[in-house]
């Protein structure tokens, strides 16, 4: 997996690049916009990672300059402005996901991993399989091993979601960005409540858990062994 | 530039000129109407005089021949201011009459002629004009009766000179006024100016002097006073919140300096380390959290998220947030409840759902009935209608209303506005966490939509209620600061 990081701080430029590496991707560094967009256009990369203030030219217009000579490879921005308003704006440029700084790298490392695997990844399956689970999209039916399993229309959202990115970590913002639709951080551990819940109805009573909670990052579905 | 460059380049000034032209014109031509008229009066006057003379002199030269005419003519000629005379004989020879001399050629003529003569006895050398009238008379006599023009000049005389004096007079009196009322302008002008630059340079307590007359100016004062209360409300805000800040982020950030420190200076196990760490990254996620909705409150207040608003159901915000909390409600030992009629909201629903997901936050936070306000004998049924909480979206008059209510101890009345106040976190909750920014934000989105957050008695417990105009009704009129209702 390959990476571009076009960033002007230095010692998060050099953090962020030795932390991707530690956990096996292949990172490389910009420190400015031109020199982004030109690594950007020439180098092929599963992912880049944009700062949205950028000396010589900033990351929306990267962006921009980018998808406007087809360039379709996932781009993250990271941005010191959080607000929505500033979101939909990168959203709008072009970009495929938006991280307001400070971020944890537990946070920005899922969101890069959903992005390749969305890049790189088959078309969208109509029917997902974690072990023994089944969550057939069409037909709104999930079911493990023989049982099937009732889920409110909001946790099949959430395990759908969930399921879709199976063998990958999906944290608490994610959720609440992509199941609920809101972008603000709440205050209490409101999603760890309803992932409990959707625990109880499809890990309990059955041997092996499919549903694992990743400290310090958040969720992932997956089959313990593969 | 000069106080008279100033003078004469303002409005006023300008507009008294323009006006002193125009009536300067206007009395002319007046003048000049009358002149015309009168000139053209004294004439006609003349003419007709002239030409009953002559009838009557015919007629008398008719029936007396020339001695009735000489005789008669003679006579005329002596009254005192008495018309001009002529009588001539076939060859030119003047036989009667007062006039001493003729411009050449005037006698030869009939009719209506302007002339220069001199009469018989002037001694003066001076021409006079006069308007004739010459006939041929039986027997090939030639008569003469006219009449001075000096009175009609003199007339003239009068009405120029009046002409003069009126135009002197408009001149003068208009620049006065011009000069006055431009000066009076230019002193509260001034006045305003001066302010302005007092507050620009940092005073903003200053205010513009409004006068009593209510006129544009004390209008436009009014309002630019109104903006400046604003302004100034806005800046001890500011300044509030960046003392709040240095002093709630700074007790946070020392407590996270002094773990990190002591970590350093133990020399304990890895897992103490980790320990350390995990708690530093905790308290900085919390000190996160408190930016961002300090960063929130600012745009808020500050207007900058009114470009993303639309319309949208104030029943499925309610519905939405109901659905996300429920189950944190009940872990708690709550019931969270919702009660939504679909009523359309103009705003931006992002804030709104935020500022309705703190007030629920915070009745589950806060909202547990206080154990020594329970009485023993509460049943089970009460128990479970005093551990409720109720999320509401309804319509009232042309409000929408989206209310949360608890059955915990409420807030007491003399706290409520206090209350809503960044940081404040009431003696009650100093031991729940929290940023104790979440009434603020929610009160910071209602003002930005120009409505308000109402804490009221539920008797007990707290009713929170974001008022916010109706979509039909909103006009995007946000910016007064919202007042707290005593009453539900």
């Given at each position: 997996?390959?990476?571009?990081?076009?960033?002007?701080?230095?010692?998060?430029?050099?953090?962020?690049?030795?932390?991707?590496?530690?956990?096996?991707?292949?990172?490389?560094?910009?420190?400015?916009?031109?020199?982004?967009?030109?690594?950007?256009?020439?180098?092929?990369?599963?992912?880049?990672?944009?700062?949205?203030?950028?000396?010589?030219?900033?990351?929306?217009?990267?962006?921009?300059?980018?998808?406007?000579?087809?360039?379709?490879?996932?781009?993250?921005?990271?941005?010191?402005?959080?607000?929505?308003?500033?979101?939909?704006?990168?959203?709008?440029?072009?970009?495929?996901?938006?991280?307001?700084?400070?971020?944890?790298?537990?946070?920005?490392?899922?969101?890069?991993?959903?992005?390749s695997r969305r890049h790189g990844g088959p078309a969208e399956e109509t029917t997902y399989r974690v072990g023994d689970l089944e969550l057939d999209r069409l037909s709104h039916r999930v079911v493990r091993g023989k049982d099937e399993l009732t889920l409110q229309p909001r946790e099949f959202r959430l395990l759908e979601y969930l399921m879709k990115h199976a063998g990958q970590v999906v944290t608490r913002t994610m959720l609440l960005e992509n199941v609920w639709d809101y972008h603000f951080d709440p205050q209490t551990n409101v999603i760890d409540v309803h992932i409990s819940r959707l625990r109880s109805k499809i890990d309990k009573g059955f041997e092996r858990p499919l549903l694992h909670t990743i400290r310090g990052a958040g969720y992932m579905i997956r089959d313990g062994i593969r | 530039m000069t106080a008279f460059g100033k003078l004469i380049r303002t409005t006023a000034f300008r507009l008294t000129l323009a006006y002193l032209f125009l009536f300067a014109l206007f009395a002319a031509s007046l003048l000049g109407y009358f002149a015309w008229n009168t000139r053209r009066l004294i004439t006609e006057q003349i003419t007709s005089t002239v030409n009953a003379e002559i009838g009557e002199i015919d007629d008398i030269f008719g029936r007396r021949g020339l001695r009735g005419l000489v005789f008669t003519i003679e006579n005329r000629a002596l009254r005192p201011g008495a018309n001009l005379y002529l009588v001539t004989t076939p060859n030119g020879q003047a036989i009667a009459g007062n006039v001493g001399s003729l411009a050449p050629g005037v006698m030869a003529t009939n009719g209506w002629s302007e002339t220069a003569y001199r009469r018989l006895e002037d001694q003066d050398n001076a021409d006079h004009r006069a308007l004739v009238r010459v006939t041929q008379l039986s027997g090939g006599f030639r008569l003469l009766i006219g009449r001075d023009l000096e009175e009609r000049k003199r007339l003239f005389g009068i009405v120029a000179n009046a002409a003069q004096w009126s135009l002197l007079i408009v001149v003068v009196l208009?620049?006065?006024?011009?000069?006055?009322?431009?000066?009076?302008?230019?002193?509260?002008?001034?006045?305003?100016?001066?302010?302005?630059?007092?507050?620009?340079?940092?005073?903003?307590?200053?205010?513009?002097?409004?006068?009593?007359?209510?006129?544009?100016?004390?209008?436009?004062?009014?309002?630019?006073?109104?903006?400046?209360?604003?302004?100034?409300?806005?800046?001890?805000?500011?300044?509030?919140?960046?003392?709040?800040?240095?002093?709630?982020?700074?007790?946070?950030?020392?407590?996270?300096?002094?773990?990190?420190?002591?970590?350093?200076?133990?020399?304990?196990?890895?897992?103490?380390?980790?320990?350390?760490?995990?708690?530093?990254?905790?308290?900085?996620?919390?000190?996160?959290?408190?930016?961002?909705?300090?960063?929130?409150?600012?745009?808020?207040?500050?207007?900058?998220?009114?470009?993303?608003?639309?319309?949208?159901?104030?029943?499925?915000?309610?519905?939405?947030?109901?659905?996300?909390?429920?189950?944190?409600?009940?872990?708690?030992?709550?019931?969270?409840?919702?009660?939504?009629?679909?009523?359309?909201?103009?705003?931006?629903?992002?804030?709104?759902?935020?500022?309705?997901?703190?007030?629920?936050?915070?009745?589950?936070?806060?909202?547990?009935?206080?154990?020594?306000?329970?009485?023993?004998?509460?049943?089970?049924?009460?128990?479970?209608?005093?551990?409720?909480?109720?999320?509401?979206?309804?319509?009232?008059?042309?409000?929408?209303?989206?209310?949360?209510?608890?059955?915990?101890?409420?807030?007491?009345?003399?706290?409520?506005?206090?209350?809503?106040?960044?940081?404040?976190?009431?003696?009650?909750?100093?031991?729940?966490?929290?940023?104790?920014?979440?009434?603020?934000?929610?009160?910071?989105?209602?003002?930005?939509?120009?409505?308000?957050?109402?804490?009221?008695?539920?008797?007990?417990?707290?009713?929170?209620?974001?008022?916010?105009?109706?979509?039909?009704?909103?006009?995007?009129?946000a910016g007064q600061t919202p007042d707290m209702s005593k009453t539900g």
């Amino acid at each position: 997996m390959r990476l571009l990081i076009i960033e002007d701080d230095r010692e998060s430029a050099d953090y962020l690049a030795k932390a991707f590496r530690e956990v096996g991707y292949v990172a490389e560094l910009a420190a400015d916009g031109e020199e982004g967009l030109s690594l950007a256009e020439t180098g092929d990369y599963d992912v880049l990672v944009v700062d949205r203030m950028l000396p010589k030219r900033d990351g929306l217009s990267l962006i921009g300059a980018l998808r406007e000579k087809g360039n379709r490879t996932p781009v993250l921005i990271l941005s010191a402005l959080g607000q929505v308003d500033d979101r939909i704006k990168g959203l709008r440029a072009g970009g495929d996901d938006y991280l307001p700084k400070p971020y944890s790298f537990a946070e920005l490392l899922a969101r890069v991993e959903v992005l390749s695997r969305r890049h790189g990844g088959p078309a969208e399956e109509t029917t997902y399989r974690v072990g023994d689970l089944e969550l057939d999209r069409l037909s709104h039916r999930v079911v493990r091993g023989k049982d099937e399993l009732t889920l409110q229309p909001r946790e099949f959202r959430l395990l759908e979601y969930l399921m879709k990115h199976a063998g990958q970590v999906v944290t608490r913002t994610m959720l609440l960005e992509n199941v609920w639709d809101y972008h603000f951080d709440p205050q209490t551990n409101v999603i760890d409540v309803h992932i409990s819940r959707l625990r109880s109805k499809i890990d309990k009573g059955f041997e092996r858990p499919l549903l694992h909670t990743i400290r310090g990052a958040g969720y992932m579905i997956r089959d313990g062994i593969r | 530039m000069t106080a008279f460059g100033k003078l004469i380049r303002t409005t006023a000034f300008r507009l008294t000129l323009a006006y002193l032209f125009l009536f300067a014109l206007f009395a002319a031509s007046l003048l000049g109407y009358f002149a015309w008229n009168t000139r053209r009066l004294i004439t006609e006057q003349i003419t007709s005089t002239v030409n009953a003379e002559i009838g009557e002199i015919d007629d008398i030269f008719g029936r007396r021949g020339l001695r009735g005419l000489v005789f008669t003519i003679e006579n005329r000629a002596l009254r005192p201011g008495a018309n001009l005379y002529l009588v001539t004989t076939p060859n030119g020879q003047a036989i009667a009459g007062n006039v001493g001399s003729l411009a050449p050629g005037v006698m030869a003529t009939n009719g209506w002629s302007e002339t220069a003569y001199r009469r018989l006895e002037d001694q003066d050398n001076a021409d006079h004009r006069a308007l004739v009238r010459v006939t041929q008379l039986s027997g090939g006599f030639r008569l003469l009766i006219g009449r001075d023009l000096e009175e009609r000049k003199r007339l003239f005389g009068i009405v120029a000179n009046a002409a003069q004096w009126s135009l002197l007079i408009v001149v003068v009196l208009g620049l006065a006024g011009g000069v006055f009322v431009a000066r009076r302008v230019l002193r509260r002008i001034d006045a305003m100016t001066g302010t302005t630059q007092r507050i620009m340079a940092g005073d903003l307590s200053g205010r513009l002097p409004v006068g009593r007359s209510g006129d544009e100016l004390d209008r436009l004062a009014e309002n630019l006073n109104a903006m400046l209360e604003r302004i100034e409300a806005l800046m001890v805000g500011l300044k509030e919140v960046s003392d709040n800040i240095a002093h709630d982020l700074k007790t946070p950030l020392t407590r996270l300096r002094n773990r990190a420190e002591e970590a350093l200076a133990s020399s304990g196990s890895d897992a103490e380390y980790r320990h350390a760490l995990e708690r530093t990254i905790e308290e900085s996620d919390g000190l996160i959290r408190t930016f961002n909705a300090l960063l929130m409150i600012a745009r808020a207040e500050s207007g900058q998220a009114r470009g993303n608003m639309d319309d949208f159901d104030a029943a499925e915000v309610a519905n939405g947030i109901h659905e996300l909390y429920e189950p944190l409600a009940e872990e708690d030992g709550m019931t969270l409840r919702v009660k939504a009629t679909s009523t359309r909201l103009h705003g931006n629903r992002e804030l709104i759902s935020q500022a309705l997901a703190n007030l629920v936050e915070n009745a589950i936070k806060y909202g547990t009935p206080a154990p020594s306000a329970q009485p023993l004998s509460a049943g089970a049924a009460d128990s479970a209608e005093s551990r409720e909480i109720l999320i509401e979206a309804r319509r009232d008059g042309n409000q929408v209303l989206l209310s949360v209510t608890d059955h915990g101890p409420g807030i007491p009345e003399a706290d409520r506005k206090h209350a809503v106040e960044r940081f404040v976190r009431l003696e009650a909750s100093r031991t729940q966490p929290g940023s104790g920014l979440g009434l603020s934000l929610a009160s910071a989105v209602a003002t930005l939509h120009g409505g308000e957050l109402r804490l009221a008695d539920a008797h007990p417990g707290l009713t929170a209620t974001l008022a916010i105009p109706a979509a039909d009704t909103s006009e995007r009129v946000a910016g007064q600061t919202p007042d707290m209702s005593k009453t539900g």
